[in-house]
């Protein structure tokens, strides 16, 4: 799993949290696609779904956890891992540099991920969290914004997504 130094974000709009970019660095893990997160997610997976609604999160992994130590969190999501080596795992990335404000360090590679912040980031991540286990997230499709050719995982909130079933409901109420 490698750091992502380029284009790692928290998405906002208007203010408020809107969705993650993962972002990418150039190195071979984070060329190999993300496939494997996709799948374990279930996006993409409902054959009965259409439009931007293919892209909802339809699963949740029990391997999708949170960790805090002090003002940092991690959402980490390490498949064949048991809780008390994902605690392990956690440990050793918290003693890595500390993301302030609204930072956040993200570790990818094609079939898992950790995602560590603190400060107002750390609550972007509660929030994250409840929006992967509540089935209210979606893949965006985004590819880097400084004409770059990677193309990496991006959630976002399903409220902000165009023309799935969650924006259209908003639009109804």
Not at 62 to 89: C, M, Y
Request: aromatic share 10%.
């Amino acid at each position: 799993m490698k750091l992502a130094s380029i284009e790692s974000t928290f998405l906002k709009k208007d203010g408020d949290l809107a969705g993650i970019a993962f972002g990418y660095t150039d190195c071979d893990q984070h060329e190999c696609g993300y496939e494997g997160i996709l799948d374990a997610f279930g996006v993409g997976l409902d054959l009965g779904l259409t439009g931007a609604d293919k892209l909802r999160v339809t699963s949740v992994p029990a391997s999708l956890r949170v960790h805090r130590q002090g003002a940092k969190v991690i959402l980490s999501f390490l498949p064949g891992q048991n809780d008390n080596e994902a605690s392990a795992t956690a440990e050793n990335f918290f003693g890595r540099s500390t993301p302030t404000g609204e930072g956040i360090m993200v570790w990818w590679d094609s079939e898992s991920f950790v995602l560590m912040a603190s400060d107002r980031g750390a609550e972007y991540l509660d929030h994250l969290h409840q929006a992967f286990t509540g089935r209210t997230v979606s893949l965006g499709l985004v590819s880097g914004s400084n004409h770059s050719q990677q193309i990496y995982p991006v959630f976002v909130l399903n409220q902000y997504v165009a023309g799935s079933w969650s924006s259209r409901m908003d639009k109804a109420a």
